[in-house]
């Protein structure tokens, strides 16, 4: 079953009965999990409720990788036919409660933030995942599931009795979420903490004049050890930094499932090396629990991996501090290119996203077309273009966060919002890709969008007006902005946090990624600020611009970052032969090189990654090379072919091997991967670097 506007992962309750059918003995296994929408884990597993082989294990998982954990243990075990009534309720700004039969048996505080996407969710289960849906090993057991409910809230206890008596609960707690103080003061609490506002005396840059620029800077090669890992970095922030270990030092993670073939090697987590484009940059947002010192590295070597034993960690940029979530990092001095190496104190504990930027003075250019819109929440977001985006929204996010507006051009048809907006200071902002689909009005139809426009879309302005609104930290407001990808709503494109001083206006100039827009892809971004009384009565009316520059001028980058995506995306798809548009896997994996392709049909590589997962289609033409004289071709031909895998192997020892054996697969995949190694020693090709 799909979890998106299902079950939300800041907060729900999930109940139902359970019975065994069959006598359980001492082996374990999973009664429910839900999956997320993205990690860094094989099984990307967010909840889980085990039978633990004497009564059951209850988790969630917060975004730093460690679990919110309880564990009970049943006296009497009910028999094969005897239903069990199983509850479990969390809240990120609380924590966990555990029920069985009406009554709470365990209970924990949040071991951090829950909040995240989802995917799928279901019983008796190896895998629930974008990966892929199965059963198999000692996870092949099942039982019988009834009368499934899921809340969105925190149940009270008296609710969970009523579930466990088969009756509807009464008098459900209200949830009424706000930054008043007068509310609930923990809320702004959590709100700040989660956007990196949490700190009074270190709050985002504040924007230098009344025009600025933001220039994202694109990261493509980021190494853990000898390993490339585009993790923290993809706009993903459910992917991190480090890969999931198996026996995890992490809190709550180590368990009875012990999977031998975790992603990465034993050594990781101690340092990651992002090398920097060759461009300026000048601010950093990190986000993810790791804490230790950022340090420059000059690119003084073409190779990009590093070994174990490079340990240099360079001048220092800046010490990250312990218990943070969020973090931004403006520079004085500018920089250009080199390497940032993060060096974590505490080994496994994660970086969510790191991105950069170049944030100077500046106006948006004139392009060679530009699309004017402005912003109103005074409408509804009922165009018929902008609904994948409402139901990603409603989906997503608790429905105190999901305040809307639309960038609506002069003229557009428009349908007048019944209700003010209310809920927590985070906007979202959706600009149609297409009006043809609206009802006509007194025979008259009206167009207005980017459909098959001969350009790439440069960038993004908007103008910010003077908020009177009441400074949180100091003589400032801070806010944070992110552009999501057209494609795939859970990638962000731009995430920018800065501050500004209320009744000044701003105009942001937002140098995204250069992209040449799909067809019928709505435009998506965000805004969420510290102050409470932010909503989008402040910005009713602002206008947005969108900049577009020549087509073969936008290709390079849009190529660029669509290919590492593919590159990124597919290694995760290869061990489940994921291909079903029924798994989220395929169809990012999917979106992103049609994008590509549809840009550049001929992406030679792009090209050889498409017919890999699409085996039914010719091959790309290919010459086999001719055996010189006298020797036979078929002889020829599987010398020549083992020497594309000696070639193959010895790559693998040379650039990814670790002075201890490890390949950076973890133990069981890299001793997998090694099983072809004796044959080839045997026949000569390097034995002893082999051996």
């Not at 944030?359 to 609904?387: F, I, T």
């Not at 498409?610 to 010459?623: C, G, I, L, S, T």
Request: net charge negative; glycine share 8%.
């Amino acid at each position: 079953y799909w979890a998106p506007g299902n079950i939300y992962a800041q907060r729900g309750t999930l109940s139902f009965d359970w019975r065994s059918r069959e006598a359980v003995g001492k082996t374990e296994f999973p009664i429910f999990r839900v999956g997320y929408g993205d990690h860094s884990s094989w099984d990307m597993v967010w909840m889980r409720i085990d039978y633990n082989g004497h009564g059951f294990d209850a988790f969630v998982t917060d975004v730093n990788l460690g679990r919110t954990r309880v564990s009970y243990t049943m006296p009497d075990f009910p028999k094969p036919d005897q239903w069990v009534h199983l509850a479990l309720a969390w809240d990120e700004t609380t924590g966990i409660k555990f029920y069985v039969n009406g009554k709470m048996v365990a209970e924990k505080a949040a071991t951090g933030m829950f909040d995240a996407a989802l995917d799928q969710f279901g019983p008796h289960s190896r895998l629930i995942a974008p990966t892929g849906v199965e059963s198999s090993y000692n996870y092949d057991r099942g039982g019988d599931i009834d009368e499934v409910r899921i809340y969105d809230r925190m149940l009270s206890d008296d609710n969970e009795a009523s579930l466990a008596r088969h009756e509807l609960p009464q008098a459900i707690p209200a949830v009424n979420r706000s930054l008043a103080a007068a509310v609930a003061p923990d809320w702004q609490k959590d709100w700040w903490f989660r956007y990196g506002w949490n700190r009074p005396n270190d709050v985002p840059a504040p924007l230098a004049e009344r025009a600025m620029t933001i220039r994202k800077v694109e990261i493509h090669d980021v190494f853990d050890l000898k390993r490339w890992w585009w993790k923290a970095t993809d706009g993903i922030p459910e992917t991190t930094w480090p890969g999931v270990y198996n026996r995890s030092r992490l809190i709550g993670r180590n368990d009875y499932f012990q999977l031998p073939d975790w992603d990465c090697y034993s050594l990781s987590g101690k340092t990651v090396t992002f090398n920097m484009p060759d461009e300026p940059w000048n601010h950093l947002e990190i986000s993810g629990g790791a804490w230790g010192r950022m340090g420059l590295i000059p690119a003084t070597t073409l190779k990009p991996a590093v070994d174990a034993t490079d340990t240099e960690q360079g001048t220092k940029l800046f010490d990250r501090p312990q218990g943070q979530e969020r973090t931004s990092h403006q520079f004085n001095a500018l920089m250009a290119g080199q390497r940032i190496r993060f060096t974590n104190v505490e080994q496994e504990t994660p970086i969510g996203e790191l991105s950069a930027y170049y944030v100077h003075p500046g106006v948006e250019p004139a392009g060679v077309a530009q699309l004017r819109y402005k912003l109103s929440g005074m409408v509804a977001a009922d165009n018929e273009s902008l609904q994948p985006l409402v139901e990603f929204i409603d989906g997503r996010f608790p429905v105190e966060q999901r305040m809307t507006m639309v960038a609506l051009p002069a003229g557009a048809p428009a349908t007048k919002r019944s209700a003010a907006q209310t809920g927590l200071p985070l906007v979202h902002i959706l600009i149609p890709a297409d009006f043809r689909a609206e009802p006509i009005d007194k025979g008259h139809f009206f167009s207005y969008g980017w459909q098959n426009l001969g350009a790439g879309l440069d960038g993004i302005a908007i103008d910010l007006p003077a908020m009177n609104l009441k400074p949180t930290h100091g003589e400032y407001i801070p806010l944070n902005i992110q552009v999501k990808d057209p494609l795939w709503p859970m990638r962000n494109m731009l995430d920018f946090s800065f501050s500004v001083k209320p009744g000044e206006p701003h105009t942001l100039w937002l140098d995204t990624r250069d992209r040449i827009l799909p067809n019928g892809k709505s435009l998506y971004i965000t805004i969420a600020s510290a102050s409470g009384e932010f909503s989008p009565a402040v910005l009713e009316g602002a206008a947005v611009r969108l900049i577009f520059k020549p087509w073969k001028d936008a290709r390079p980058e849009h190529e660029l970052d669509r290919f590492t995506q593919v590159r990124d995306n597919y290694a995760n798809m290869v061990e489940e032969s994921v291909g079903s548009r029924r798994l989220n896997l395929w169809n990012r994996f999917d979106a992103d090189i049609s994008d590509l392709l549809r840009v550049n049909p001929e992406h030679e590589q792009g090209r050889i990654y498409w017919h890999e997962a699409n085996k039914d289609q010719p091959r790309a033409a290919f010459v086999a090379p001719t055996a010189p004289a006298g020797v036979p071709q078929w002889a020829f031909l599987q010398v020549q072919d083992l020497g594309y895998l000696k070639r193959l192997i010895n790559w693998y020892v040379d650039n990814r091997q670790l002075p201890n054996g490890e390949l950076g697969g973890g133990l069981s995949d890299d001793s997998d991967f090694m099983n072809w190694w004796p044959g080839l020693a045997a026949m000569g090709a390097t034995p002893d670097k082999l051996k």
